[in-house]
């Protein structure tokens, strides 16, 4: 499954300056917040995929006006030909009153919310979120800091993947890591503007095969159906 990643900071490359065709080979498109909703809908129109996102900090206008044609997973488990996919976007708060910053304990509990449903598909694969994880490519002022709740589900639920952005690569005050490894064996990669990869039929379970009976018999039913 051939993947492209934005986030942050529109590519002129698939927007001012586009050329045909230059999106037709993805299978999905996955945005980490902080990008123009006409940017986020030009490039679901052009692609042949469906685009996910979450929103980043800087996404209020999102809630009132979603891209059209565009798919938010905020706070789901999102299943895509198989491939389960977590949202939870926004990032630490610092200013009072605004949607889409959170502390550390409302992190937490949007998690907590969600566990039903990564309980049901027994687990997930891809963890899509705006803001690092704590000590993984954040920095150390309130705004950019990562969720410290984000290394406890890691580690508890040992994604394929984490995608993520907010920390820019043209910040000065701190190298830029595009991708690493987390401790929990999860790869970590920074969307900021564009990212591709290619993520193999061995990383995630074939539908209907996740090991959870009531979840693989409602997505077997389903693929019967698409199929016939």
Same mark, same amino acid.
């Given at each position: 499954?051939?993947?492209?990643?934005?986030?942050?900071?529109?590519?002129?490359?698939?927007?001012?300056?586009?050329?045909?065709?230059?999106?037709?080979?993805?299978?999905?498109?996955?945005?980490?917040?902080?990008?123009?909703?006409?940017?986020?809908?030009?490039?679901?129109?052009? !692609?042949?995929?469906?685009?996910?996102?979450?929103?980043?900090?800087?996404?209020?206008?999102?809630?009132?006006?979603?891209?059209?044609?565009?798919?938010?997973?905020?706070?789901?488990?999102?299943?895509?030909?198989?491939?389960?996919?977590?949202?939870?976007?926004?990032?630490?708060?610092?200013?009072?009153?605004?949607?889409?910053?959170?502390?550390?304990?409302?992190?937490?509990?949007?998690?907590?919310k969600v566990n039903r449903e990564i309980t049901l598909r027994n687990g997930f694969d891809v963890l899509v979120t705006h803001a690092p994880a704590a000590g993984h490519g954040d920095l150390t002022d309130l705004p950019h800091r990562g969720f410290e709740c984000f290394n406890t589900l890691l580690m508890e639920q040992k994604p394929k993947y984490m995608f993520?952005?907010?920390?820019? !690569?043209?910040?000065?005050?701190? !190298?830029?890591?595009?991708?690493?490894?987390?401790?929990?064996?999860?790869?970590?990669?920074? !969307?900021?503007?564009?990212?591709?990869?290619?993520?193999?039929?061995?990383?995630?379970?074939?539908?209907?095969?996740?090991?959870?009976?009531?979840?693989?018999?409602?997505?077997?039913?389903?693929?019967?159906?698409?199929?016939?």
């Amino acid at each position: 499954m051939k993947v492209l990643l934005l986030a942050d900071e529109e590519d002129k490359a698939l927007w001012d300056f586009y050329k045909p065709g230059v999106l037709k080979d993805y299978d999905l498109i996955i945005s980490c917040g902080d990008l123009h909703r006409s940017y986020l809908e030009f490039i679901v129109t052009m !692609a042949s995929c469906p685009l996910l996102y979450v929103r980043g900090n800087h996404d209020e206008s999102l809630r009132k006006e979603p891209p059209e044609g565009c798919i938010c997973i905020e706070d789901k488990v999102f299943d895509y030909k198989g491939l389960r996919i977590l949202g939870l976007g926004g990032s630490m708060r610092y200013l009072p009153y605004r949607y889409d910053q959170y502390t550390e304990e409302d992190m937490k509990s949007r998690i907590k919310k969600v566990n039903r449903e990564i309980t049901l598909r027994n687990g997930f694969d891809v963890l899509v979120t705006h803001a690092p994880a704590a000590g993984h490519g954040d920095l150390t002022d309130l705004p950019h800091r990562g969720f410290e709740c984000f290394n406890t589900l890691l580690m508890e639920q040992k994604p394929k993947y984490m995608f993520y952005g907010h920390v820019h !690569a043209t910040y000065s005050n701190r !190298a830029f890591i595009r991708r690493e490894k987390h401790e929990s064996g999860t790869v970590l990669i920074n !969307a900021y503007k564009r990212y591709e990869l290619e993520i193999g039929p061995d990383e995630y379970p074939a539908v209907g095969e996740t090991g959870s009976f009531l979840y693989d018999l409602v997505m077997g039913i389903k693929e019967k159906r698409r199929k016939y």
